[in-house]
């Protein structure tokens, strides 16, 4: 059954340090997503992504968040300058074009910045 | 803006009893409602999806009803078993980009 698969399962990095959060979505999905969740807080919505650019973001994510869609097949998130309240799980997801069908999710990325 | 709202925040039962776990959303506006499991530490789980023009779904031990016009949906959970315990997100898709809003879940405990 396809599935999104994210790298890696578990990132450390200081405080300061550019991390790339990669996503390989299912492969006729045609809209992406970040989701975050902060530990013993709520899953939140960062940013969609359509057609090569952004659809929507939330106020999450300001000018240290970049995604990208390099190569036709993975979907990143870059945290330029991280901070200690970036540490949380990061989920990306993807769907179909239908407005009716499921968003898939990954497994996660725990990102721990000290 | 959309707000997701799950009741109770925690709940315990005992092996064997059926139980409803509560969502409710502000915006009606939804395309559908999906219902997720999370262990402790892991990822998201998607146990039932609901369309906007569906009333319910099932599956197994589980079954989810969604009502638009009130602004609720429900998880039912037969014969619950301690392999039960987890917590246990709603989340509602809204916007152009139909993102999901999720509620803060359920933490269920079900007890030997």
């Known amino acids: 059954e396809p599935e999104v698969t994210q790298t890696p399962s578990h990132q450390v990095t200081q405080m300061g340090q550019e991390v790339i959060l990669r996503c390989v979505p299912i492969?006729?999905?045609?809209?992406f997503y970040w989701y975050r969740q902060i530990l013993g807080q709520k899953v939140e919505f960062l940013v969609s992504f359509y057609n090569n650019e952004i659809s929507e973001k939330s106020e999450i994510f300001d000018d240290q968040f970049s995604v990208e869609r390099p190569d036709g097949s993975n979907f990143t998130l870059k945290i330029r300058s991280t901070k200690l309240e970036d540490s949380a799980m990061y989920f990306c997801a993807s769907r179909s074009w239908d407005g009716n069908t499921e968003a898939f999710f990954g497994q996660g990325t725990r990102l721990t910045v000290v | 803006k959309q707000e997701v709202t799950q009741i109770p925040a925690a709940l315990s039962v005992p092996e064997g009893e059926n139980l409803v776990l509560n969502c409710s959303f502000t915006d009606s506006a939804i395309y559908n409602l999906q219902w997720f499991r999370q262990d402790p530490g892991k990822g998201l789980t998607s146990l039932l999806l609901i369309q906007s023009s569906q009333r319910e779904q099932t599956s197994g031990r589980l079954n989810a009803s969604l009502d638009k016009s009130s602004g609720r949906s429900t998880l039912y959970i037969a014969a619950s078993q301690p392999g039960d315990s987890a917590t246990y997100l709603c989340?509602?898709?809204?916007?152009?980009?139909?993102?999901?809003?999720f509620g803060t879940g359920t933490r269920l405990q079900v007890t030997l």
């Open positions: 492969s006729n999905h045609l809209y």
């Open positions: 989340a509602a898709y809204t916007g152009t980009a139909s993102k999901l809003t």
